[in-house]
């Protein structure tokens, strides 16, 4: 009986039914145990070539496929998620000056922040000059 044959009996008896994308443990060691009987040097090439990418336990491909794609896949963070749009009032001579000086788009976005952050870096150092 040929390795093709074993294999395919194997994969009908239903001890060895295993899902798609799933190789069993016994039905790997039956097509590619302990024996070796080809001549040809491209089959035991072959033979050696899966030993060694199937592991000894059931491997599901297209799970590991995903988390693979997963982890290799990088996560992209939304402008909206890390910032909130809110709207206050400002004078009008302040927000032409400010038209004036942003120029490309964001650019807004990082000067109030920046400016906040400036003030709340004073605000912290008057208050550890009074204590």
């Not at 395919?8 to 008896?13: G, V």
């Not at 069993?24 to 030993?51: D, I, P, Q, W, Y």
């Not at 000056?97 to 922040?113: D, H, L």
Request: hydrophobic share 35%.
């Amino acid at each position: 009986m040929s390795k093709k044959d074993r294999f395919n009996a194997l994969l009908k008896d239903k001890d060895q039914e295993t899902s798609k994308g799933e190789v069993s443990k016994n039905a790997h060691l039956a097509l590619f145990g302990n024996e070796n009987t080809s001549t040809n040097a491209s089959e035991t090439e072959s033979v050696v070539a899966n030993k060694e990418t199937v592991s000894a336990e059931t491997v599901n491909i297209s799970e590991l496929a995903d988390k693979l794609a997963a982890a290799n896949k990088p996560k992209r963070v939304k402008f909206e998620d890390t910032h909130t749009k809110s709207t206050y009032w400002i004078r009008d001579d302040i927000l032409k000056a400010f038209n004036k000086i942003a120029g490309e788009r964001g650019e807004k976005t990082r000067i109030i922040n920046q400016a906040l952050i400036d003030y709340f870096q004073k605000l912290e150092k008057e208050m550890q000059q009074q204590l």
